[in-house]
């Protein structure tokens, strides 16, 4: 397992047993070899032998392909940008090729990031290594399959009501949506504005924290960016902290375990609360009444953003173009022909609250209950630490078992979105199997609280072994 870590891969190389030129290569060959059965990857890269420095020197990454780079293409997934080259890298990306990290390669998504599968990419899906028949999970399904698969040791994901964390659930592996404003969206490709983070898809706790301090800085090119109190302390937080959770207070709301969640990952968060108890953590059961309306909040408010963040994509200034006789058939035919079914589902609804005699009925509305469920949270914290909820209300279903029922697909975020909403850290780490196959927990935590979460999500790591899982035997398959 050690080996497969950012961690071990950095000792190995510092240590000369292996030489970076080396591990590139191996991952590398890994990719090309397994992205037709898996389809993690929608481009990838040959290795870049040139001597790097740097607390990451040589080790190799992938990142989502809705950051834009210079030197691969970003296509977010969607037939609209499937021939576009950006002039400049994201900051999130550059932060890591400074650090000595190599990027190989862009994985695939839902298009536009929306979805819940990694079905929805234009290009094909992202198939589950842990079972090729499920999915792994979306809309960053790509880069937690990278991760699980071992591809690469850490990939980067975007998080806007779950991204990140719901696939790490399904594939076995840790995410992390840090808060908002604390990681640079600066070349991030817009879905949700108020809710999109950019965050790490890892193996454990320790190079989640080894990756944020990375990550986390803040950003003059994006006007979101704050600074955060504890930047650069998040690794050595983690490898000090003892061996147990004296004093820390854990809140399970019972909203998260009601009607949707499957019985068998009810039963993993209850495991998981007497492990924390165990630990030296009190934990209680709360309620947090307004989370329940999270999933119709967040659909309408991100629909809207969207509808406003995805105009731009319209044949003339960005995207695919379809030729017309008049201006509005070119826009008609280019966003009809290059967005897929979800994402133009989505624009329609989000135009559709935005406009008059809605904007009032509709997206106010949930605007006011936004602030209503952050500010319920966040009175949460003034008892609890910390909040523990499943991850998922199931483990990873089929491929195309919800394709043709989109609110039984949504479900899949409901744990997730309160957390986006609310603009506070939340973590996803392996909690237990349910018939077979992998199911996270989620830790959130006060804005800022990163520490927080990363220590306790520590410590429940070295008390178990479910992290050190991985896919064993993957079946052939197509994609």
């Known amino acids: 397992m050690a080996s497969q870590t950012v961690r071990g891969m950095r000792d190995a190389i510092q240590l000369k047993k292996i030489a970076p030129a080396a591990l590139l290569e191996d991952h590398c060959r890994r990719v090309r070899e397994e992205n037709e059965t898996l389809g993690t990857f929608l481009s990838y890269d040959s290795p870049d032998h040139r001597a790097k420095t740097g607390p990451l020197a040589g080790i190799p990454f992938a990142a989502k392909d ?26 999130a990306i550059e932060r890591l090729t400074r650090a000595g990290a190599t990027l190989i390669g862009k994985t695939n998504l839902d298009e536009f990031s929306m979805g819940s599968s990694t079905e929805h990419s234009a290009f094909y899906p992202t198939c589950n290594p842990w079972d090729q028949d499920r999915v792994p999970g979306g809309s960053s399904g790509g880069s937690a399959a990278a991760v699980a698969s071992g591809q690469v040791p850490f990939a980067l994901g975007s998080d806007t009501g779950g991204s990140i964390r ?28 108020s809710m999109d983070q950019v965050g790490p898809l890892v193996r454990d706790v320790r190079d989640c924290a080894l990756i944020l301090d990375i990550l986390i800085a803040k950003d003059e090119k994006d006007s979101t960016s704050v600074s955060h109190p504890d930047a650069e302390g998040f690794y050595e937080a983690v ?24 019985r068998e990952v009810r039963g993993l968060v209850e495991e998981a609360a007497q492990n924390f108890r165990s630990l030296g953590a009190e934990v209680e059961r709360c309620s947090l009444p307004h989370t329940n309306l999270a999933l119709p909040v ?44 979800e994402v133009r589902r989505r624009i329609l609804l989000g ?57 039984e697909m949504y479900m899949a975020d409901v744990c997730t979105i309160p957390a986006n909403l609310a603009g506070i850290p939340a973590i996803s780490l392996p909690g237990g199997f349910v018939r077979g196959l992998p199911v996270g927990i989620q830790l959130m935590g006060p804005r800022f609280g990163e ?29």
Do not use: W
């Not at 780079?69 to 080259?85: I, N």
């Not at 840790?174 to 949700?192: D, E, I, Q, T």
């Open 66 to 91: 809705n950051l834009v780079t210079a030197t691969l293409p970003t296509t977010c997934g969607s037939l609209m940008m499937k021939d576009y080259r950006a002039p400049y890298t994201a900051t």
């Open 166 to 193: 719901q696939p790490a659930s399904f594939c076995g592996v840790v995410g992390m949506k840090p808060s908002y404003g604390a990681v640079s969206r600066y070349g991030l490709v817009a879905f949700a504005s």
């Open 239 to 262: 490898t000090q902290c003892p061996d147990h959770l004296q004093g820390v207070r854990i809140g399970v709301p019972d909203e998260f375990l009601g009607a949707g969640v499957d």
């Open 298 to 341: 967040y659909y309408l408010m991100a629909s809207a953003e969207a509808s406003s963040n995805l105009a731009r994509f319209d044949g003339i200034r960005y995207g695919a173009r379809v030729s017309g006789e008049r201006v509005f058939d070119v826009y008609q035919r280019s966003r009809g022909q290059g967005f897929g079914p």
């Open 351 to 407: 135009t559709h609250v935005l406009s008059a005699g809605f904007y009032d009925a509709y997206y106010l509305k949930a605007a006011r209950v936004r602030q209503q469920i952050a500010f319920e949270l966040n009175e949460a914290f003034e008892s609890f630490d910390l909040l523990l909820t499943p991850t998922t209300p199931t483990p990873a279903f089929k491929r195309g078992q919800h394709l043709d029922d989109p609110m």
């Open 451 to 479: 520490i927080k979460i990363l220590k306790a999500a520590e410590v429940f790591q070295r008390a178990t072994d479910y992290h050190e899982n991985q896919p064993a035997g993957r079946r052939e398959g197509s994609r």
